[in-house]
């Protein structure tokens, strides 16, 4: 049974750093592709980051360049995002990911089968 696991959300102030954890069961988590999205209050879910299994390549939304970066761990089967210079703009519930079929557009919601019920990030002073 596929099962993911957000954690680390929390508020933090602007200009500050979190790092969220996705644990992953039933399946072994190098072998797939991994996304992170995200859904602010009254928005659609959006991709984040996503990492591809074939070639290891990583995607990131425009939004995020340079302040996110995403990281497996297989032997501890966990991906996680680590998010720096956080900005309200970054507040949202944040989900991971997966699906056992080949992903090709990895930012798109829609491509992913498997979803963890999320984490809250809020960035406020």
């Known amino acids: 049974q596929v099962q993911l696991v957000e954690s680390g ?5 602007p200009g ?3 790092r969220l ?3 992953a069961s039933g399946f072994t988590l190098g072998y797939y592709a991994i ?20 070639d290891g390549s990583t995607v ?12 497996r761990d297989n032997a501890k089967n966990t991906v996680y995002l680590q998010m720096n210079s956080l900005q309200p703009d970054d507040t949202g519930v944040y ?4 699906d056992l079929r080949s992903i090709v557009r990895c930012l798109v919601p829609d491509e992913y089968g498997y979803w963890g ?8 002073s």
């Open 95 to 98: 989900y991971c990911a997966t």
């Open 35 to 54: 996304g992170w999205f995200r859904q602010a209050p009254g928005k659609e879910r959006e991709g984040v980051v996503c990492a591809r299994s074939s």
């Open 16 to 18: 500050g750093s979190l």
């Open 60 to 71: 990131y939304a425009d939004s995020v360049k340079g302040r996110f970066s995403i990281s």
């Open 117 to 124: 019920h999320g984490t809250q990030v809020t960035v406020s």
């Open 21 to 23: 954890s996705c644990a």
């Open 9 to 13: 959300g929390n508020l933090v102030q």
